[in-house]
């Protein structure tokens, strides 16, 4: 099925670096969210985006719907060990109604 | 209010066997969705229940089924297990918040067919 295109695949850092990580699509988006995953469990949702251009905040984390609506980006500023996991972006067509689309992940290791 | 739960969170079943899990939505979510999601293949759509009738489907055989009850919760079938069904199977609550729908995920069932 369709996935969205997700990069960097991994990324390893130090502790208290920033992190940036972006989705693209060759189709036209209404939502974006940002999950996380651990190890053994399900993804959690750590930001939902709903317009274009839109900026959001969650603490340490900022994501962006893309102006086109083709891509939406997160940042993680001042990195700690606890960032560490699997992140993904999943965009929705049409608001309702539709199945979500998911890139494959970008794994986030934080070196102490 | 509670999360998504999944039940049970592991399991172990050999080929050709069949196997139902079950995932109770948030409080007042009406919309749940299955997902697979393996190592090679990512997060791959299942199919989506909304007050007991299928709305969506994805691109798997008839083996995988599902369905949902008058309370919301849901269960997924898999009838005559294959080796490649080995899969992190993850529930999501749909609701609405902020600006638009969003979905949460439960913690999903591992199952592994030996």
């Known amino acids: 099925g369709q996935q969205l295109n997700q990069s960097p695949q991994s990324m390893f850092i130090q502790e208290g670096e920033d992190v940036s990580m972006n989705c693209t699509s060759s189709?036209?988006?209404?939502?974006w969210l940002w999950y996380k995953q651990e190890p053994g469990e399900g993804p959690v949702l750590l930001i939902a985006?709903?317009?274009?251009?839109e900026l959001t905040s969650n603490g340490r984390l900022t994501a962006q719907f893309g102006i086109t609506r083709k891509d939406s980006f997160l940042n993680i500023s001042a990195s700690i060990p606890s960032d560490v996991g699997i992140y993904f972006c999943?965009?929705?067509?049409?608001?309702?109604?539709?199945?979500?689309?998911f890139g494959k992940g970008t794994r986030l290791s934080v070196i102490a | 209010k509670a999360g998504v739960t999944q039940t049970p969170r592991y399991l172990i079943k050999t080929r050709g066997q069949q196997v139902t899990l079950s995932c109770s939505p948030i409080?007042?979510?009406?919309?749940v969705s299955w997902y697979q999601q393996t190592p090679g293949q990512g997060l791959q759509f299942l199919f989506e229940y909304f007050s007991e009738t299928q709305r969506n489907k994805g691109n798997f055989p008839g083996r995988f089924s599902g369905r949902q009850f008058s309370n919301s919760r849901s269960e997924m079938n898999v009838s005559t297990l294959e080796l490649g069904d080995s899969a992190l199977y993850l529930c999501?609550?749909?609701?609405?918040?902020?600006?638009?729908?969003?979905?949460?995920f439960g913690p999903g069932t591992r199952l592994l067919v030996l």
């Open positions: 999943a965009g929705q067509r049409w608001t309702g109604n539709t199945p979500l689309v």
């Open positions: 999501a609550s749909n609701g609405l918040a902020g600006g638009g729908e969003t979905q949460y």
């Open positions: 409080s007042g979510h009406r919309s």
């Open positions: 985006l709903y317009k274009a251009g």
């Open positions: 189709s036209i988006f209404n939502t």
